[in-house]
């Protein structure tokens, strides 16, 4: 059987930041586009991608709803204080100085699911990372940033949609994390 693009979703888990996270964050990105050329990731798009998943078959989606359900995960603080340039890919991020245990344990909780069900994850090590810029020209002259403090108390099964100006995450579902 030949899957089309009707057929499959592009999937990835993600920390969906509240609106005026996403706003600091855009705020960022813009003063970041200016300095460094390139395009800022649109204010509404931000988040942190914890698992990818890529394409899969939208008949999945139920299984996948299931395993998000059952991780057991902790809230955590993450204190985004500092930007990072890939010049391979020409993305500017942004990053934390400490990844928090409880963002490691999510991650792991998510792949080791996955994985049971038979989902491709990616084996190298996860590195918490906010996209803000694509098609960066350099790198920012400073890699501090001014602290951003992002409670992240959920998270979310996010669809990447393609559209006439570019990809838009569509929030599928979210599931909230313990507070212990």
């Given amino acids: 059987m030949v899957l089309t693009r009707l057929d499959t979703a592009r999937l990835f888990f993600a920390a969906w930041p509240a609106p005026e996270?996403?706003?600091?964050?855009?705020?960022r990105a813009q003063e970041l586009a200016r300095e460094c050329g390139g395009r800022a990731i649109p204010a509404h798009n931000i988040h942190l991608t914890l698992v990818f998943l890529g394409d899969v078959e939208r008949?999945?989606?139920?299984?996948?709803?299931?395993?998000?359900?059952?991780?057991?995960a902790r809230r955590f603080d993450l204190a985004v204080d500092r930007v990072?340039?890939?010049?391979?890919?020409?993305?500017?991020?942004?990053?934390v100085e400490r990844c928090p245990e409880a963002l490691q344990d999510l991650v792991a909780g998510l792949q080791r699911a996955l994985a049971v069900e038979k989902f491709r994850v990616e084996g190298r090590p996860h590195v918490p990372h906010i996209t803000l810029l694509r098609d960066a020209?350099?790198?920012?002259?400073q890699a501090a940033l001014p602290g951003i403090a992002w409670p992240v108390t959920r998270f979310a099964l996010v669809e990447s949609v393609v559209q006439e100006r570019g990809r838009?995450?569509?929030?599928?579902?979210?599931?909230?994390?313990?507070v212990e």
């Fill in 168 to 178: 838009v995450y569509q929030v599928l579902r979210e599931w909230l994390l313990s």
């Fill in 84 to 95: 990072e340039y890939w010049r391979h890919n020409r993305i500017i991020w942004a990053g």
């Fill in 137 to 141: 020209r350099r790198a920012p002259g």
């Fill in 21 to 27: 996270i996403q706003q600091a964050l855009g705020k």
């Fill in 59 to 72: 008949t999945r989606r139920a299984q996948i709803d299931s395993l998000a359900g059952s991780i057991s």
